[in-house]
């Protein structure tokens, strides 16, 4: 089952990941991978649990974690890089203005 207020995106090849959210009320790390078949597999979770993240997939390979909420009303600075080749997380430089519950978009990728 799902999280509550879980973000996803999707890659060119199809595959979608979701990423955080709430279970039991509570911030989440967890990530899932949805392939074209509908096979679901657990992996890696982020470093630091939160919901609401905007997700950026960049360059066919690195989703982009940004922000999100550590709690209602409590914003996240932190930025995190997950390498879907590596399968891995990594940290990324913070945003000087929290950002949550909205969207990332790349362009002229």
Known sequence: MLPEKFSSV???GGAIF???GL???KPYAGMLKIENNFKVTEMPGMGHERFNVPLAFVQERFICALCGL???NNPSLTCEGYDIVKSI???MRSI??????????VMNN
Not at 96 to 105: D, F, G, L, M, Q
């Open 89 to 91: 997380w990594f940290k």
């Open 70 to 72: 550590l709690q209602p």
């Open 18 to 20: 979701t990423v955080g």
């Open 96 to 105: 000087e203005a929290p950002r949550y519950s909205t969207t990332a978009v």
């Open 23 to 25: 279970v039991g009320g």
């Open 10 to 12: 999707q890659t060119h």
